[in-house]
C-alpha cells in the first residue's frame, strides 16, 4: 500500500492580460489522486499551457483530473496535453473542458489527451470538451485510446536490430518522458524520470 493513499486538490488560477503560465503535473503515487483544475483567463493575448501524465497501476489505483480552462478575450492561446498508462488494475479518469466564449475572437485553442492500456483489468475513462462559442477561431482537439503501441513505432526500433522488449520498454518510457521532460526543475525531472522507468518496470512485470 501507498505511504499516502489519498491525494484531492483543487487549484483556481485568474490570469492577466498578456500573461503567460504552464502548468505540469506528474502523478504515479496513492491509492486515489484526485485533482480539480480551473484556469481563467481574464484579457487578451493571454497564453496557457497545460501538461499532465498520470500512471495507474496495481490495487485499483485511481487517478482522475478533471479540468476547465474559460477564454473570454480575444487572441489567447492555450495548449492542453493528457497523457495516462493505466496498469495492472488502475483506473484513469480525465474530465477536461475548454470553453472559447464569444469575445474570444481569434483564438488558437488546443486539446489532446492520449491514454494506454496495458491490462484486460486496467480502465480508462475520458471525457475531452472543447466549446467553442466565437466564430474566428483556430481550435482543435483529439482523444486516442490504445491497448498497444504503434506497431509502426516498434518495426522501426526492431528493423535496428533492437529486441521487442527493449523497444517496447523505451516507447512506453517515451510516452511518459513527453510530459516529464517540461518540468522546469532539471533536479525534479531527473527524479520523476527515474521513478517512471521503476514503476513501469514493476507494472510490466505484474500485468
Known amino acids: 500500500m501507498d505511504i499516502i493513499s489519498l491525494i484531492s486538490c483543487v ?22 489522486n484526485r485533482h480539480n483544475l480551473h484556469i481563467q483567463q481574464l484579457g ?9 501524465f498520470h500512471l495507474t497501476s496495481q ?9 476547465r480552462l474559460i477564454l473570454d478575450h480575444p487572441r489567447g492561446f492555450s495548449r ?3 497523457k495516462l498508462i493505466a496498469c495492472g488494475t488502475g483506473n484513469g479518469i480525465f474530465d477536461g473542458n475548454i470553453q472559447v466564449n464569444r469575445y474570444a475572437q481569434q483564438t ?7 491514454c494506454l492500456l496495458l491490462s484486460p483489468k486496467a480502465v480508462v475513462n475520458v471525457k475531452p470538451n472543447l466549446q467553442i462559442i466565437a466564430d474566428d477561431v483556430k481550435c482543435t482537439h483529439g482523444a486516442a485510446i490504445s491497448g498497444d503501441l504503434d506497431p509502426n513505432e516498434l518495426f522501426y526500433f526492431q528493423a535496428r536490430g533492437v529486441d521487442a522488449k527493449t523497444a517496447t520498454d523505451a516507447l512506453l518510457f517515451s510516452f511518459g518522458a513527453q510530459v516529464i521532460n517540461r518540468i522546469p526543475f ?7 524520470l527515474a521513478q517512471l522507468k521503476e514503476l ?8
Open 11 to 32: 487549484f483556481f488560477l485568474l490570469q492577466n492580460t498578456s500573461s503567460k503560465y504552464e502548468f505540469v503535473e506528474v502523478s504515479t503515487g496513492a491509492r486515489l
Open 44 to 52: 487578451p493575448e493571454t497564453e496557457t499551457e497545460l501538461s499532465t
Open 59 to 67: 490495487n485499483k489505483q485511481i487517478h482522475d483530473l478533471h479540468s
Open 80 to 82: 492542453q496535453l493528457h
Open 108 to 114: 488558437d485553442a488546443g486539446q489532446q489527451t492520449k
Open 186 to 192: 532539471k533536479a525534479v525531472e531527473k527524479k520523476a
Open 200 to 207: 513501469l518496470a514493476v507494472s510490466r512485470q505484474n500485468n
